[in-house]
């Protein structure tokens, strides 16, 4: 499989030199040259299938130029050592939870999964690699925890100061030597926007071998559509409902490839904050960015998502018109149903996959069947808006002894040098 820019199809790349370069040098985005297809029977015994075998069925054509299958099932082992459990919230609606690996959110999927592939194609070379990373709160901690132990890589993480939680805080300046904490004072866009610019600056990636973590990196965002499968395990070939709490849109584009490779998804429901730009575009054709407004679901604070590029380069707009309903929501109704589900249902909702499940609950009023919200994070990640809801302690032992951490992180402006410098000094 090779990987072509969504700015150039002629640019073509092999899946380790996609996953090394992170973004193509004309600021478009890699995607796979085709979509596979699975089986056409590959869902009549889904049921007994486990989540590692549908893991390597699913990836190995992406890269089986790169990874040989020993390789490939390794990383898969570990990248997938957690569960994705589904839990009942109330009739036929289900939510996914995602966030039962290292640093309680879906994105430790994908950042292991890139660590571990980085880890195999820099085993044999004499250079270090400087992977960059901007984070609104969640990719942070899961590219730490990924990337803590990996070998000749080091790891700087661009965070928007005061805008993420204590807990998300401390999982991204709580690391050893190769995993560095810079504390940004602007917005998330602001961050994105250094690191965009460090992947144009020529004279900088003659210094340094640079990559990035973020979702715009195709390992990144390729193994996501690995759990999009789980609920299909639980109950077959069923016409399934899924609705995707959205931010930058790398989990939702995931989940599109997915069903283009076959997965019977019968409908997907995007949720958003106020950060509305794709449900704005979605219900009028117009897809009009906006700076980014500072909600309760922080992780999905994002004005002008990037992989709004895949999802285009992917379907014609009218399809993904079709494919993908979507909703935006206020902090206050995503409160509000966090307290109604948590009473009537018994089911703690962070603040992300109440977004999801606003935007679930809407699309099934005109619908039937099945639904599923993906649960992207553990609400423990959000306690300031969690102890509204209620004042039980659900905090897990282990993150419990990462807020008694000490903080290390470099304060920095919104200035260019002053990051390059940071980066090559
Ligand atoms: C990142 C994140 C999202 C948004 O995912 P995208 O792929 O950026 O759309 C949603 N929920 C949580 C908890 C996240 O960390």
Redesign the pocket.
């Known amino acids: 499989m090779n990987y072509y820019s969504t700015k150039n199809k002629d640019l073509r790349k092999s899946f380790r030199e996609a996953v090394i370069e992170g973004l193509p040098s004309d600021n478009g985005l890699f995607m796979p040259e085709r979509i596979p297809q699975l089986p056409q029977d590959y869902f009549k015994n889904i049921q007994d299938k486990s989540i590692r075998e549908i893991a390597f069925d699913v990836l190995k054509p992406f890269v089986e130029e790169d990874l040989k299958d020993d390789q490939l099932k390794n990383i898969i082992q570990k990248t997938f050592s957690f569960d994705f459990p589904l839990q009942k919230i109330k009739h036929n609606n289900y939510a996914l939870e995602l966030f039962h690996g290292p640093s309680y959110?879906?994105?430790d999927v994908g950042a292991t999964f890139l660590a571990l592939c980085l880890e195999e194609f820099y085993k044999d070379e004499q250079e270090k690699c400087t992977i960059l990373v901007a984070t609104?709160?969640?990719?942070g901690g899961a590219v730490a925890a990924a990337f803590s132990k990996v070998e000749n890589i080091e790891v700087v993480i661009l965070y928007p100061s005061g805008k993420v939680s204590e807990l998300q805080e401390k999982q991204l300046t709580t690391f050893d030597e190769n995993v560095k904490a810079l504390e940004i004072e602007g917005d998330f866009d602001d961050c994105q926007q250094l690191v965009k610019q460090a992947f144009l600056d020529s004279d900088l990636r003659k210094k340094l071998n640079i990559s990035s973590a973020n979702?715009i990196n195709v390992a990144r965002f390729l193994p996501q559509m690995v759990y999009y499968f789980a609920p299909f395990i639980k109950f077959g070939n069923a016409p399934l409902t899924i609705a995707?709490?959205?931010?930058?849109?790398?989990?939702?584009t995931a989940g599109l490839i997915a069903q283009k490779m076959g997965l019977p998804v019968k409908q997907f429901v995007a949720g958003a904050n106020r950060n509305d730009v794709v449900p704005r575009f979605l219900n009028s054709g117009n897809y009009e960015p906006k700076a980014t407004i500072q909600t309760i679901?922080n992780?999905?604070d994002?004005g002008n998502?990037s992989?709004f590029q895949r999802m285009i380069d992917l379907f014609s707009e009218e399809e993904i018109r079709e494919k993908v309903k979507g909703y935006a929501f206020s902090d206050e109704t995503t409160l509000e149903i966090m307290k109604k589900v948590f009473t009537k249902n018994n089911y703690l909702l962070?603040p992300?996959g109440a977004v999801g499940y606003l935007a679930l609950m809407e699309f099934m009023k005109s619908s039937e069947g099945k639904g599923i919200v993906l649960e992207?994070?553990h609400p423990c990640?959000f306690m300031d808006v969690v102890q509204k809801v209620t004042d039980k302690d659900i905090l897990p032992d282990s993150a419990q002894s990462l807020i008694q951490k000490e903080k290390k992180s470099v304060k920095m402006k919104v200035d260019y040098e002053g990051f390059k410098e940071f980066l090559v000094g």
């Open positions: 959110a879906f994105k609104s709160g969640d990719t979702s995707v709490p959205s931010g930058n849109y790398g989990n939702l679901s992780a999905m994002v998502p992989n962070d992300h992207t994070a990640k």
